[in-house]
């Protein structure tokens, strides 16, 4: 069974203040929030990546900064919002790093991973192609496709659809929707608030480093939040599951 992961109480100087969350295997959670306001700062933490200045990461009854590297880069995947591609690798090649953490393991079983990755996020036809001749949303499929062929317990992306077309974002909602469906747990910072009122469980919304609302979208993205957190007038339109959020 996947292991839950917690926030308890974290502080991080001048950007976040004394959060506490536990986030659920099987669900889809969404991180929302203003410029600036710590979304991205709570999923490096969240990542095992930037240790708190107080507070505790707990993966199980585990504290994630006491864990090997290896352990947490077998539970934890993260896409950050601007990744750096250091070399220029194949799009497969590239992918493949995502199995470096199961060094070990049987060469059948990162070559299937590898290729479900390159199935899922459309990447067949670029295969071979070097990741300096790519579009900017094919680089992000493929940086996406990397953190899915790790297979880990836990996938954490910041702004995963920033740079996808609206066939491919819906797509990759819906992997995000298997997974979790797999029992893994998944959780995105999200600039689109109608994505997240749609396809989260439950929502987390950050206001200049506190926690402003945490729960299912229906309340953690009321009417009544955005007026406060964003200081928008915003209405919600259409049916459960479609809604579309009406400025003005
Ligand atoms: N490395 C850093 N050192 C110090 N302060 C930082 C650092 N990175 C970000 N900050 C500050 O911490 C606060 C939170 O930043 P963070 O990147 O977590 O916000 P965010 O909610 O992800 O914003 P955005 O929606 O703009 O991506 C901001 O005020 C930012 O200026």
Same mark, same amino acid.
């Given at each position: ?70 352990? %947490? *880069? =077998? /539970? ?5 919002? !601007?990744?750096?591609? @250091? #070399?220029? &690798?194949?799009? $497969?090649? +590239? ?43 094919? %680089? *992000? =499929? /493929? ?5 899915? !062929?790790?297979?880990? @317990? #836990?996938? &954490?992306?910041? $702004?995963? +659809? ?45 206001? =200049? ?10 309340? @953690? ?28």
């Amino acid at each position: 069974m996947t292991r839950a992961l917690a926030l308890e109480h974290i502080v991080v100087a001048d950007r976040l203040d004394a959060i506490t969350a536990t986030f659920a295997a099987g669900e889809v959670t969404a991180i929302c929030g203003p410029n600036g306001a710590g979304k991205s700062t709570l999923l490096t933490c969240l990542a095992g990546l930037l240790e708190p200045d107080a507070g505790t990461v707990l993966l199980g009854d585990a504290p994630l900064f006491r864990m090997p590297a290896a352990d %947490r *880069a =077998r /539970a934890i995947g993260y896409l950050p919002q !601007a990744p750096e591609v @250091a #070399w220029d &690798l194949s799009v $497969e090649t +590239l992918i493949s790093l995502g199995r470096l953490p199961w060094r070990g393991a049987p060469a059948g079983e990162a070559q299937a991973a590898i290729d479900a990755a390159i199935t899922a996020m459309d990447l067949e036809a670029l295969r071979t192609r070097a990741v300096s001749r790519l579009s900017g949303g094919e %680089r *992000a =499929r /493929a940086l996406m496709a990397r953190v899915l !062929a790790t297979r880990p @317990a #836990w996938l &954490l992306a910041d $702004e995963p +659809l920033a740079n996808l077309d609206l066939a491919h974002a819906a797509s990759l909602m819906r992997r995000f929707r298997e997974q979790a469906g797999e029992g893994r747990g998944v959780v995105l910072v999200l600039h689109d608030l109608a994505t997240a009122m749609n396809h989260a469980d439950r929502v987390l919304v950050l206001d =200049r480093g506190h926690l402003a609302a945490d729960g299912p979208p229906e309340q @953690a993205l009321s009417e009544a939040v955005i007026r406060r957190v964003w200081a928008v007038e915003g209405r919600w339109l259409g049916e459960p599951g479609a809604q579309a959020l009406a400025l003005g």
